[in-house]
Nanobody
Framework: QEQPVEAGGGLVQTGGSLRLICAAP????????MAWYRQAPGKQRELVAD???????AYADSVKGRFIISRDNTKNMVYLQMNSLKPEDTAVYSC?????????WGPGTQVTVSS
């Protein structure tokens, strides 16, 4: 089953930045409301940011003002620019549709922020 593929994670110090990339199959991405999610160890997956096909965006309060979600509708790509990273941002980040039913979940990309 087709699924998004994420990349761009890594280890960064507090205050640093990372840019995550999601390549989504066209049948998942095209015209759809997309989102980035994260799951920290022992916690439930949470929605971090979402973006409509028009480009309108929304953010969780915990990342508002620090993260920027964007998309390239010609390449079926979704991006997450993460600035001023904090240790509590440490998690596996995944992209998917913003609403159920979801596509199969990809492997995600690990983001680790050291204090």
């Amino acid at each position: 089953q087709e699924q998004p593929v994420e990349a761009g994670g890594g280890l960064v110090q507090t205050g640093g930045s990372l840019r995550l990339i999601c390549a989504a199959p066209g049948n998942i991405f095209r015209g759809n409301h997309m989102a980035w999610y994260r799951q920290a160890p022992g916690k439930q997956r949470e929605l971090v940011a979402d973006i409509l096909s028009s480009g309108a965006t929304a953010y969780a309060d915990s990342v508002k003002g620090r993260f920027i979600i964007s998309r390239d509708n010609t390449k079926n790509m979704v991006y997450l620019q993460m600035n001023s990273l904090k240790p509590e941002d440490t998690a596996v980040y995944s992209c998917n549709l913003a609403e159920a039913p979801f596509a199969s979940w990809g492997p995600g990309t690990q983001v680790t922020v050291s204090s």
